[in-house]
């Protein structure tokens, strides 16, 4: 860690004052209403239970990873699937989403990867992140997806649906909507629900009516993201409004498993690119605070974090997984290595208790960053 940067000694409420990013200000605000900087990485095998997980620990966590991929039963219906789910848990408990990407492509593939497709991302990952070894450019086009996005979100999606009668016996393969590739506008999956539904079968010729969906834009006083879908998730993290509908970036400058071929030069460039955008992205993941300028206030969030079981010494080496990954304690990335906020999987997944557990990371991260900036 270079120097003694002023943000490791500022604390949360005064850098959420001075940040770029309106959701890295809002960020910082909740972790002080929480006293919490801790990230649970959910990863888990099915979507049950991850959103028990989240549902469980939420109260202790400020934000909430993910790796959708790796969940067997992902519900893809962006109304009242798995990521609607987990948004409306946010609310909830009061904190972000962050979806573990690790995004590296060409601009327009990442593009189309972080908009559309099966799981669209953006619509329910406050935070997502790339490896940024294609080039700078892939964030710039990110950023530009998700300016579009947000202007887009800002407006009501109001749908009619009227039933007819088929003009035709066939069905044009349902792309009478779609732009000249056959691709839909972005703005009709939002709501093409009784395109998708139908199936193949209901394409064939012997339909008897048709179902057209319509649907106009206009400005909605406040934004109208999927809300809750089962009944209890109603409700809103008390202290702190809903975050605002930016979306936000990590770039993955720095990785915690063992001989990582990330170079000096490759971070380097994390840290232009970050200063290049910093309208859309809130910082790093990385194992050390990489802020050097002085008008440097990235936030930095970190992996590879694990504590000994309760009652060991803290101080002492803590094992590797045996397939690469390396961990240091809280107190160590947090107080020595400068970073914000810890990422915990295994150590509270595995554990016997994992709310309790998560709880015990909560407090022990805390006052790490207590001592950091010496409040404590
Ligand atoms: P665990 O605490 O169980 O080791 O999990 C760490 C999590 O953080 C995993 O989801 C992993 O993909 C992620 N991660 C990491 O371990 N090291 C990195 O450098 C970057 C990551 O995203």
């Not at 001075?18 to 605000?29: I, K, S, V, W």
């Not at 049950?48 to 934000?63: F, M, Q, Y």
């Not at 107190?331 to 509270?348: E, H, Y």
């Amino acid at each position: 860690m270079s120097g003694r940067h002023p943000t490791l000694t500022t604390p949360f409420a005064e850098r959420a004052k001075q940040a770029d990013h309106p959701l890295t200000e809002y960020l910082y605000r909740l972790m002080v209403l929480k006293s919490s900087n801790l990230c649970l990485s959910a990863d888990v095998h099915t979507a049950r239970e991850l959103v028990t997980l989240a549902d469980k620990a939420g109260p202790s966590i400020v934000v909430l990873k993910t790796h959708y991929d790796l969940i067997s039963g992902w519900d893809y219906n962006p109304v009242t699937g798995t990521g609607a789910k987990l948004a409306a848990l946010a609310r909830k408990h009061g904190f972000l989403i962050f979806e573990d990407r690790k995004f590296v492509d060409i601009g327009k593939t990442v593009q189309m990867q972080y908009t559309a497709g099966t799981a669209r991302i953006i619509d329910w990952a406050h935070i997502t992140n790339a490896n940024i070894d294609a080039g700078k450019d892939m964030v710039r086009a990110m950023a530009e997806a998700a300016a579009k996005w947000k202007e887009r979100i800002n407006y009501e999606v109001k749908t009619s649906v009227t039933v007819g009668t088929p003009v035709s016996d066939h069905f044009d393969d349902g792309l009478e909507n779609g732009d000249e590739n056959g691709r839909l506008d972005p703005r009709e999956q939002l709501g093409g629900y009784g395109r998708d539904d139908r199936g193949a079968d209901a394409r064939k010729g012997s339909i008897v009516s048709i179902t057209t969906v319509t649907q106009s834009f206009e400005p909605a006083d406040s934004p109208r993201l999927p809300k809750s879908i089962s009944e209890g998730d109603e409700s809103v993290f008390p202290g702190i409004e809903e975050p605002p509908t930016d979306r936000g970036l990590l770039l993955l400058a720095q990785m915690s498993s063992k001989g990582c071929l990330m170079t000096k030069e490759y971070t380097q460039a994390c840290v232009e690119a970050a200063r290049e955008h910093k309208k859309f992205v809130m910082g790093y993941v990385a194992q050390e605070s990489l802020n050097t300028a002085p008008e440097d206030n990235f936030i930095h969030i970190t992996p590879g974090c694990k504590l000994p079981p309760e009652g060991e010494e803290e101080n002492g080496h803590i094992e590797g997984d045996g397939l690469g990954q390396q961990y240091n304690t809280p107190a160590k990335l947090i107080s020595i290595k400068g970073t914000d906020i810890v990422i915990v999987g295994r150590g509270i997944i595995c554990a016997d208790d994992p709310p309790s557990e998560a709880e015990r990371y909560r407090k022990k991260a805390w006052k790490a960053y207590l001592s950091r900036v010496g409040s404590e």
